[in-house]
């Protein structure tokens, strides 16, 4: 049965290295450990020190190398133990993306004990097993702090009274990283149009002018042409071809002379299922928007949320009301004017991509920034 837990312990540590889009770098974990022994090794508990090297091999599985070492006084004999272990362990941590994140952990690796207790010399390695559970904690972008419990099954019966022991370890220490984090690549800028020439100065760029020698001062379609119909309603679509002849003053209309809807997609800007806390990967996207919203002063917009197909209805409503605000709180702080802009949440309603698929539901968790006028 030690075997047969073993052998799972080391096809998880094996199992668990497989992603790429994280913090990548080496961490070097030196602690301080508390070592509640099994009452049958007739060894005093007592304190020893762990060092760890590892680092994540996906967003939520670390992988680490690790050596412990304490010396304990043998009870009723007057001599002493150094056990040592040398071991793999894997962890599991959840709450991706926060600073804080809980972990269960598993591992295997070799045990060794040397010195003079339990009444005869000691010089025997074997197997041992390691399970945890403990707490992560991001300080700085280089150091944090880990505290873990760890039930360990000992195989050496270096004492010959038993075929495993069962010790605790509780143990408090950091994690250095090894090297710079890596930069989070930047955002496209905003470029400006270029300006389009306007041969004739009927206000419709050569591109686009069908009748580029239009008189000065004579009244003329989209398309640069001249129209007797008039534009009633200004929007820039002659009355003859306009099919919706009422539009309202400011809006953006089609060739049709229809009201259309302007939309900004902040690309970027998404989020973590059931969350609405904006990652550091979307700062830079959002500040982008704030300059655009500087460079255009009369731009009014509305901030949109939207969410993929997880959960209730009314869940996904309130929950893409929530991100909506995150983000216009964002441009606030910014220096955005508050009355250029409201907010709203679509909730599910609004996908722009298959909610069947993990990269279809994260387009849908985004935002957007509709211009109103």
């Known amino acids: 049965m030690k075997k047969t837990l073993l052998g799972v312990a080391l096809s998880c540590v094996a199992g668990a290295a497989l992603a790429n889009d994280y913090d990548d770098r080496w961490m070097l974990s030196p602690s301080l450990i ?19 090297l590892g680092k994540f091999i996906n967003e939520n599985w670390s992988l680490d190398f690790e050596l412990d ?17 040398l071991g793999l362990m894997t962890r599991y941590h959840f ?42 904690k991001s300080i700085t972008d280089r150091v944090g702090f880990i505290t873990e419990v760890k039930y360990r099954l000992d195989t050496d019966d270096y004492t010959g009274t038993a075929n495993s022991y069962d010790d605790y370890l509780f143990s408090m220490g950091l994690n250095i990283a090894l090297g710079a984090a890596k930069s989070t690549p930047a955002a496209d800028p905003i470029v400006e149009p270029a300006p389009q020439l306007d041969s004739d100065g009927d206000g419709v760029s050569d591109q686009s002018d069908r009748c580029p020698n239009t008189p000065a001062g004579m009244e003329v379609d989209m398309y640069g042409c001249h129209d007797v119909d008039g534009d009633d309603d200004n929007d820039g679509v002659m009355n003859s071809a ?10 953006v209309v089609d060739a049709d002379g229809c009201e ?4 900004i997609e902040l690309q970027g800007v998404h989020f973590d ?21 500087g460079d255009h002063g009369t731009l009014v917009v509305e901030v949109a949320g939207h969410t993929d197909s997880t959960a209730s209805e009314a869940y996904n409503q ?12 964002y441009l606030v702080d910014k220096g955005v004017s508050a009355d250029r802009m409201t ?22 968790r985004r935002t957007e920034l509709v211009i109103q006028d």
Request: aromatic residues 6%; hydrophobic residues 35%; charged residues 25%.
């Open 260 to 263: 259309v809807q302007v939309v």
């Open 69 to 85: 070492h304490a010396s304990f006084d043998a009870e009723d004999t007057g001599g002493s133990v150094d056990q040592t272990g």
């Open 34 to 52: 508390f070592n509640a022994t099994d009452g049958q090794k007739n060894l005093e508990s007592d304190f020893g020190f762990g060092l760890g």
């Open 273 to 293: 299922v059931d969350k609405a806390t904006l990652r550091p990967e979307s700062i830079v996207i959002l500040d982008a928007a704030v300059k655009t919203m």
């Open 95 to 136: 709450n991706s993306g926060s600073s804080l994140r809980p972990f269960l952990g598993i591992g295997a690796g070799y045990l060794d004990h040397n010195g003079s207790g339990a009444a005869r010399a000691v010089d025997s390695s074997d197997l041992m097993l390691n399970l945890s559970a403990g707490l992560r």
């Open 318 to 329: 309130n929950l893409s009301e929530r991100r909506a605000k995150v983000v216009y709180d």
């Open 242 to 251: 306009d099919k919706c002849p009422d539009t309202r003053a400011g809006a």
């Open 343 to 364: 907010w709203k949440g679509y909730g599910e309603l609004s996908p722009i991509a298959t909610n069947d698929t993990e990269e279809g539901r994260q387009k849908n």
